[in-house]
């Protein structure tokens, strides 16, 4: 359970209040989000770390840096041309929640910009964090070096480079060291949008400032970037090697399911644009989400969704995955000029190709050498535009685990599917009127007790739900 609207739980009613307990079963830096339409980018989200050993020492951990979007209209207000006409160009981003608007010593210039101190000497770790709508970053600091320590919730074999290619939904850790005080005492630190990607008003000035010294800087820095080329990519894959390797050696029979997802994007009747992955755009359901199945009915998905998808309408969008312990391969492949950052919910999964053109298996290899430790290890990759990602996932987790575009407008416009993972343990685990297991029989219960608050403030489903829902 992970607090998916329509999937693991109904939405929370105005008042009524939820928590969240969980087993941290791995360390790092993530972000919590709402996942109900476009909520998340009205500002409901913020980092969470979960602390752990690091790959390579520092001296201090100064947080979690957030790389967001932003624009003068609410994503709301942004929603009507998003769906009709395209996704909007967006006025500004902020870092930390912070930025300027309007040109540096301007008098019309209002907002301040993101302070951070460093002792010279010192090194720190930062935890940059995408949680945009609609923006693929490159971060850099002028005149640093970034140690790239871990990627999403993996350590990895520490790497040194000046700029990260960071996608939406995505986290690196990286160390910095205090070394450049010689050349000046503030730096500008950057997200610089791509372009390539999507568009923004302001790309050149979301900054914030590395102060060498106490407080907040007393001057703005005039320090220069590094030279960058505007691309839609992800980090190398030969770079990002996880720390523990698995004895792993894997050949296409090993996967007990393949599914082969291409993705592309149509108009409806009603002009409105609708993202289709595996034929089937989403459409969700907020007073029935999939595990209140399991515990009104103690149905399943036996082979598939509750009804075969129809290409040319939206639907619950339901794989089901039964066997446990057995891997998927997941192909998704697109001849739309557009990226996609991919996002699996209850899983890491192993990156196992990601490259321009379709995918062919018959010329293009499958990187299964895990067990040499290099195969990327992550929970959000970059499916490029006009290409294809290739995933895999090992079933060890029962439940229903949404897979979707982390772009705000594509995932309101039904890109994403969810897995029903080992069904049959499901039933059992959320059997909230006999025997189950404790923890999950607790969450079957609230969960009900949440439904049917939700049912009592929308009897009937009567909210409308603009877009998918999701």
Known sequence: MDGVVSVTQCPLAPGNVMSYRWRATQYGTTWYHSHIGLQTWEGVYGGVIINGPASSNYDEDKGVILLSDWDINTVDQLWTQA????????????????????????????????????????????????????????????????????????????????????????????????????????????????????????????????????????????????????????????????????????????????????????????????????????????????????????????????????????????????????????????????????HLHGHDFLVVAQGSGAWNVDTNTLNLDYAAGSLPKRDTALLPALGHLVLAFRTDNPGAWLMHCHIGWHIDQGFALQFVEREDEIRGMLNVYGNALGGWWEYGKAMKENCDIWNRYDPGGQILVNGAGI
Not at 283 to 294: E, K
């Open 83 to 342: 769906q009709t006409v395209g996704a909007p160009q967006l006025d500004n981003g902020l870092i930390n929640g912070h930025n300027v608007f309007g040109g540096d010593n301007g008098s019309i210039q209002t907002g301040y910009r993101f302070n951070v101190s460093f002792v010279s000497g010192a090194s720190y770790r930062l935890r940059v964090t995408n949680v945009a709508c609609d923006t693929q970053f490159k971060f850099s600091i002028d005149h640093h070096t970034l140690t790239v320590i871990s990627m999403d919730f993996v350590p990895i074999k520490p790497y040194r480079t000046t700029v990260i290619n960071i996608s939406i939904g995505q986290r690196y850790d990286v160390i910095v060291q205090a070394d450049q005080e010689s050349i000046t005492n503030s730096f500008w630190l950057r997200a610089i949008p791509q372009l390539s990607c999507s568009t923004n008003s302001n790309a050149e000035n979301i900054r914030g400032i590395i102060n060498y010294g106490i407080g907040s800087a007393t001057s703005l820095p005039n320090t220069t970037s590094y030279t960058i080329t505007d691309t839609c990519e992800d980090e190398p894959a030969s770079k990002l090697s996880p720390i523990i390797s698995k004895d792993l050696s894997l050949t296409a029979s090993d996967f007990y399911y393949n599914e082969d997802l291409p993705a592309s994007v149509a108009q409806n009747e009603n002009s409105v644009f609708r993202w289709y992955l595996n034929g089937t755009s989403m459409q969700v359901t907020w007073y029935q989400p999939t595990l209140m199945d399991f515990v009104d009915k103690g149905q399943g998905y036996y082979g598939g969704a509750v009804e075969p998808p129809d290409p040319t309408q939206p639907s619950r969008a339901v794989i089901s995955v039964r066997k446990a312990e057995t891997w998927v391969l997941v192909i998704i492949e697109t001849t739309v000029q557009a990226p996609h950052p991919i």
